[in-house]
């Protein structure tokens, strides 16, 4: 069968590789269905931390059951996974954190993902659809990103919440704030995304960092109290260390978005605030089911964010353009229908 594997950073190939035969376990999925994002860009570009070449790529799956050792599960049934495969007895595991397992092995990224024409996955891993379109299934992972960093940073009703980057992952975030009450700042140097911001989720707060005074607007915004919330879904060092600065006192940074550098913070400055910094790390099944729930009732309209369509059997040579802000990506669709 066919997959595409980056080869280096910068090259993508498509190769032949075995399909996957039926295993105790496992569980094998014909894909229909790849959501691009960040981690994919970023491993193509040659600075995604925790990763080697050759790798077949992608993690925001959609698929049917071809194959499968669960009763609640049937063939030819869509569904979509938890692409984090965690061992189960370390102390992550055992404390109720998958996602952070200490063996972590994501898929798409430590190893082979789901750029193919059929995968095998643990089939712990698989997630009903529940009336959901195939679309929006690839979409759920993503978004748990969001649900799950607004899960940690514990959001009150009404607290403002400074967001920076207006990629698909600060966007799941902006969505999933929104749902918790907070008053959502949203923070971009994109001028389309931030338009994006406002016309499709509805945030009245935004600034553009690369226009406008940030202290200043965040004071006028926040009655000069700062933000409570201070979340990076930049995965930008120069962005991640700048956003110290504009913490409330008492204020929680969580950190999303990911870079291979050394985070520089002034400790007095840190100190004198009470802060809390916290990473946020992929997304547990209870986050899964939330985005699902949420697709469900309307809270998340997925298919906003679909910008851009792309046949698999030309994604070696549209890849590229993916980069170019001019295309004004928001997500794109990876088709194998």
């Known amino acids: 069968m066919k997959a595409l594997s980056c080869i280096a950073p910068g090259k993508l190939e498509f190769v032949e590789i075995a399909n996957p035969k039926q295993k105790n376990g496992n569980s094998i999925l014909k894909i229909k269905r790849i959501g691009i994002c960040g981690t994919d860009l970023h491993a193509f570009e040659g600075t995604q931390p925790y990763f080697n ?3 077949i790529l992608g993690h925001e799956l959609a698929g049917e059951i071809v194959e499968t ?25 055992r404390s109720g954190k998958p996602n952070c397992c200490a063996a ?13 024409e059929y995968i095998s996955v643990p089939s712990y891993s698989l997630l009903h659809a529940r009336g959901l379109s195939i679309d929006a299934l690839a979409l759920v992972e993503p978004f748990a990103i969001g649900a799950h960093a607004i899960r940690r ?42 338009g994006f911001c406002s016309a499709k989720l509805g945030i009245s707060h935004i600034i553009n960092a690369a226009e406008e005074n940030i202290f200043e607007q965040l004071k006028s915004i926040t009655n000069a109290d700062m933000p409570t919330v201070v979340i990076d879904a930049t995965g930008n060092q120069k962005a991640i260390n700048s956003l110290f600065q504009y913490m409330a006192h008492g204020a929680r940074y969580i950190l ?13 400055e840190f100190h004198k605030r009470e802060a809390t910094l916290m990473s946020s790390r992929n997304a547990t099944k209870e986050d899964f089911e939330q985005v699902i729930q949420s697709m469900k009732s309307g809270l998340i309209d997925s298919s906003a964010f679909i910008t851009h369509r792309i046949n698999f059997s030309i994604l070696d040579q549209e890849f590229q353009k993916l980069f170019n802000p001019d295309q004004f990506v928001i997500k794109a669709m990876i088709t194998l229908d």
């Open 53 to 55: 070449y050759p790798r």
């Open 153 to 194: 940073a514990a959001i009150q009703k009404n607290e403002f919440v400074l967001i920076a980057g207006a990629g698909p992952i600060g966007l799941g975030v902006a969505a999933f704030a929104k749902i918790a009450g907070a008053q959502v700042i949203m923070m971009d140097v994109n001028k389309h995304r931030l």
């Open 256 to 268: 999303v978005g990911l870079q291979k550098e050394i985070i520089s913070i002034s400790h007095p």
């Open 69 to 93: 050792d669960l009763a609640d599960f049937k063939k030819g049934e869509s569904v979509t996974i938890i692409p984090y495969f965690n061992c189960g007895h370390c102390i992550a595991c």
């Open 104 to 116: 972590l092995e994501v898929f798409g990224v430590h190893i082979d993902g789901g750029m193919a």
